[in-house]
């Protein structure tokens, strides 16, 4: 098992450019979770999926889309990059999404800079 | 709102030494509480969780770590450090009901030295 993969492993994008962060886990989990960690101040969750066909907002959602395009991948877009959008960004995923009490298995993040 | 502290950026302790890395929460109740690892360049691992119980929880990795509500602190201990733990943990709360957010410190970088 590959557990949960994300690429591009790196970007770097300039202002007002578009991209697509792809996320696929193997783990038959219900629920996936996008992150970015910013320096000092740890993980905040951007938006995430209780299972599939289902999306809600986290913590910091301006300036993100999602998709959650099966079981399986769950994606995170910026349609338009701003400089405060760099950062690394970390899709998770768990198993049945009925709590926080479950663990959440990491990918291996994806470090995107805007110019 | 939760919140989680951890007051020490960086610690630095030498091969075979004890660990110590402190962890306080803010929340009206007993939150669920979980340790992550990050080594360079990787995703996170959960290193143990605390729900409820007995107060000292055991994870994997040889770490250990005990719940005191009355300080609200959940504290990382390990007895021996190995080099191999050289990486970035973070303490995590999540009320203890569904429907809300885990909530991260902002993570301490151990350096372990020969």
């Known amino acids: 098992n590959a557990g949960v993969t994300q690429t591009p492993k790196f970007q770097v994008l300039k202002t007002g450019q578009s991209m697509t962060l792809q996320c696929a886990q193997d783990?038959?989990?219900?629920?996936m979770y996008w992150y970015r960690q910013d320096p000092g101040m740890g993980l905040r969750l951007i938006y995430y999926?209780?299972?599939?066909?289902?999306?809600d907002k986290g913590e910091v959602p301006n300036g993100y889309n999602v998709s959650r395009l099966n079981k399986r991948e769950f994606s995170l877009r910026l349609e338009s990059a701003a400089p405060s959008q760099t950062s690394v960004y970390f899709c998770?995923?768990?198993?049945?999404?009925?709590?926080?009490?479950?663990?959440?298995?990491f990918g291996p993040g994806t470090r995107l800079l805007v110019l | 709102a939760q919140s989680v502290t951890q007051p020490d950026i960086h610690i630095t302790v030498s091969e075979g030494a004890s660990l110590e890395l402190r962890c306080n929460y803010s929340?009206?109740?007993?939150?669920?509480l979980f340790w992550y690892v990050q080594s360079p360049g990787q995703g996170l691992q959960l290193l143990l969780k605390y729900f409820s119980g007995d107060t000292l929880v055991q994870g994997i990795k040889g770490f250990e770590a005990e719940f005191k509500r009355s300080q609200s602190s959940f504290n990382l201990r390990k007895p021996s450090v190995h080099w191999s733990d050289a990486a970035e943990y973070f303490c995590?709360?999540?009320?203890?009901?569904?429907?809300?957010?885990?909530?991260f410190g902002g993570g301490t970088r151990l350096m372990v030295k020969p």
């Open positions: 999926s209780a299972s599939e066909g289902t999306t």
């Open positions: 995590a709360v999540a009320p203890n009901n569904a429907g809300n957010m885990l909530t």
């Open positions: 929340y009206g109740a007993t939150p669920y």
């Open positions: 783990m038959n989990h219900n629920s």
């Open positions: 998770a995923s768990s198993e049945e999404g009925t709590g926080w009490r479950e663990t959440q298995y």
